[in-house]
T-cell receptor, first 118, second 115 residues
Framework: AQKVTQAQTEISVVEKEDVTLDCVYE???????LFWYKQPPSGELVFLIR??????QNEISGRYSWNFQKSTSSFNFTITASQVVDSAVYFC???????????????FGKGTLLTVNP | ETGVTQTPRHLVMGMTNKKSLKCEQH?????MYWYKQSAKKPLELMFV???????ENNSVPSRFSPECPNSSHLFLHLHTLQPEDSALYLC??????????????FGPGTRLLVL
């Protein structure tokens, strides 16, 4: 089973629409970290947010907001009033703190390609 | 320069060539990482260096050979690659030495094509 599932492979919206990117994760750890990264066509992964498992407060940063729900193991990302520059692949990632020395490993989802059309 | 830089940005090589990818971070970080991103697959961690010591080799074939001469530089030496090794190779770094919960910062990647 995948540890990080991004069920939406591709999403296409028109500029100014709101869009939500889903992320569902799986872990047995009580302490873990979740991340979102943006990958524009240039290729570089741009860090957007980190959230630890003990902080369930939703976060808003400008047009971006994140909804962390431990009960459903989800960490969804919403872009409000989308813009063409938001077009990119968005990755959700999980960092666990389990044993075995692998606590530096980021497990990525397969990504969601968001296209915002003018 | 700031952030994480990678050179070259694009590389085409034959299966008998030897080439190296270079990564440099200007962030004062102590951990560096190599990832492979193939089409339609999630990013795969290849190697981790923590304070210049390799701490993770994620079952990577020996035709990939990493080198970390100091905390700011990371190389990936390539030899006798296969066409299926064509991918985007991403370098990342993190501040305190691959600790739990640290944010990793990525470079722009090297897009490799093996013919």
């Amino acid at each position: 089973a995948q540890k990080v599932t991004q069920a939406q492979t591709e999403i296409s919206v028109v500029e100014k629409e709101d869009v939500t990117l889903d992320c569902v994760y799986e872990t047995r750890d009580t302490t873990y970290y979740l991340f979102w990264y943006k990958q524009p066509p240039s290729g570089e992964l741009v860090f957007l947010i980190r959230r630890n498992s003990f902080d369930e407060q939703n976060e808003i940063s400008g047009r971006y907001s994140w909804n962390f729900q431990k009960s459903t193991s989800s960490f969804n990302f919403t872009i409000t009033a989308s813009q063409v520059v938001d077009s990119a692949v968005y990755f959700c990632a999980l960092r666990e703190t389990g044993s075995g020395g692998s606590n530096y490993k980021l497990t990525f989802g397969k990504g969601t390609l968001l296209t915002v059309n003018p | 320069e700031t952030g994480v830089t990678q050179t070259p940005r694009h590389l085409v090589m034959g299966m008998t060539n030897k080439k190296s990818l270079k990564c440099e971070q200007h962030l004062g970080h102590n951990a560096m990482y190599w990832y492979k991103q193939s089409a339609k697959k999630p990013l795969e961690l290849m190697f981790v260096y923590n304070f210049k010591e390799q701490t993770e080799n994620n079952s990577v074939p020996s035709r990939f050979s990493p080198e970390c001469p100091n905390s700011s530089h990371l190389f990936l030496h390539l030899h006798t690659l296969q066409p299926e090794d064509s991918a985007l190779y991403l370098c990342a770094s993190s501040p305190l030495g691959a600790g739990v919960g640290e944010t990793q910062y990525f470079g722009p990647g090297t897009r490799l094509l093996v013919l």
